[in-house]
């Protein structure tokens, strides 16, 4: 038989549980979160992570053209690792078009292949690579070797070698020794500013709320929007300390180069804390309490994380999955964070994604304001 004490025990333990499960289903957006992280990880593992990429988008300089080109270039793209997106003109477009990040791959053909292929000289293709993510680009620069002996099986024309009739060149840019840290560096300098400047921001409002001195700020002869501009502030400028502490450790600690314009980072990346402060802020104005906000910024960082290119090749995602990306700050900070860093590169190879962050900025202010005066009404 059960004890009177250990009945009135189980009476208090049981009482406490009724009332968490009850205010757990007040508290819709905690019991939200807790199913829906579980099934965003299994979908987004399960049909968005891809670390072997395939139809990566590649340029092509064709110096000659023959039949034997295009030959080479079917059994590239039979590869199903190249899918040719851009003709280049010339050598300066062409590597423009690797810096630009247009393309991942760059194929060359030189003029007189042709001719040399049929004496026996074994000519050489030129296919360069932007190794700036060394997963992304390590699988289709294995795939290369198969290429010699199956692109001309079927041209009778070109007599049979026991070598192969001619050789791929592959060149590494930006990364040639496949390091990574020079890939690790630069996405951990946008991944950990998105996430402490979307908890910063997240609690900014609810925080006025739980402690009362909302009212006390709103008595204040001040708008919503300066209220907002004078709340995000603060947090640039701490934003701005952390990334140059990210920098500076990456540069001296794991030699990460900075081939680019400092000015042109320290102002892009400014650019990119503005836009993840925006929508930390209008987290806040949704959220009912601080831990709804934590939520929040949580979810949202979850499928930047995963679906920006820093864990997993971008280009090895399905299209849905990329479309998702193309929304999210980090994805476009880490493709400009890279270039500069690694390539070199300048607003103008930059400006896509420069473009992106302004407007992903804008939108998340418009609801910010938005919400915050819906809340004020």
Do not use: C
């Not at 064709?62 to 793209?77: K, N, P």
């Not at 997106?85 to 010339?90: H, L, N, S």
């Not at 099986?153 to 040639?176: G, K, Q």
């Not at 907002?228 to 300390?241: Q, R, T, W």
């Amino acid at each position: 038989m059960i004890g009177t004490g250990t009945l009135m025990f189980l009476r208090r333990v049981g009482a406490v549980l009724l009332k968490e499960v009850l205010q757990l289903r007040r508290d819709r957006v905690s019991l939200a979160t807790m199913i829906t992280i579980p099934l965003m990880q299994l979908l987004l593992f399960g049909y968005a992570i891809n670390t072997q990429p395939r139809h990566l988008p590649t340029a092509v300089l064709l110096q000659e053209t023959s039949d034997v080109g295009r030959s080479i270039l079917r059994a590239l793209e039979n590869t199903k690792y190249f899918t040719i997106v851009k003709e280049a003109r010339d050598e300066a477009e062409f590597d423009r078009l690797l810096q630009s990040g247009t393309v991942l791959f760059g194929i060359e053909i030189p003029a007189n292949f042709e001719r040399d292929l049929r004496r026996g000289d074994r000519p050489a293709i030129l296919v360069a690579a932007d190794a700036t993510d060394p997963v992304g680009s390590g699988s289709a620069l294995a795939a290369l070797s198969n290429v010699t002996t199956t692109a001309l099986r079927w041209d009778r024309s070109i007599p049979e070698f026991t070598p192969p009739p001619f050789e791929v060149r592959a060149h590494a840019r930006y990364n040639p020794a496949a390091v990574s840290q020079l890939n690790i560096v630069p996405g951990l300098l946008g991944t950990i500013l998105t996430l402490t400047m979307l908890i910063f921001t997240a609690l900014a409002v609810t925080r006025e709320t739980e402690r009362g001195t909302m009212e006390t700020l709103l008595a204040m002869p001040i708008s919503p929007v300066e209220i907002m501009l004078g709340k995000i502030a603060p947090y640039v400028v701490i934003g701005f300390l952390q990334g140059s502490l990210i920098v500076g450790a990456g540069t001296l600690l794991f030699a990460v180069p900075i081939f680019g314009d400092l000015a042109l980072l320290a102002a892009l990346t400014t650019l990119f804390i503005a836009t993840n402060l925006s929508v930390g802020y209008t987290f806040s104005t949704l959220a009912q309490n601080q831990l709804q906000a934590m939520q929040m910024a949580m979810m949202y960082f979850l499928p930047n994380l995963l679906l920006s290119g820093f864990l997993f090749p971008y280009a090895g995602m399905p299209q849905w999955a990329q479309y998702v990306g193309e929304t999210l700050p980090l994805t476009h900070y880490l493709r400009i964070v890279r270039s500069i860093m690694l390539k070199g590169s300048t607003l103008a190879d930059l400006r896509y994604d420069t473009l992106s962050l302004v407007v992903l900025m804008l939108i998340a202010m418009t609801i910010a304001v938005t919400r915050f005066r819906r809340t004020l009404d």
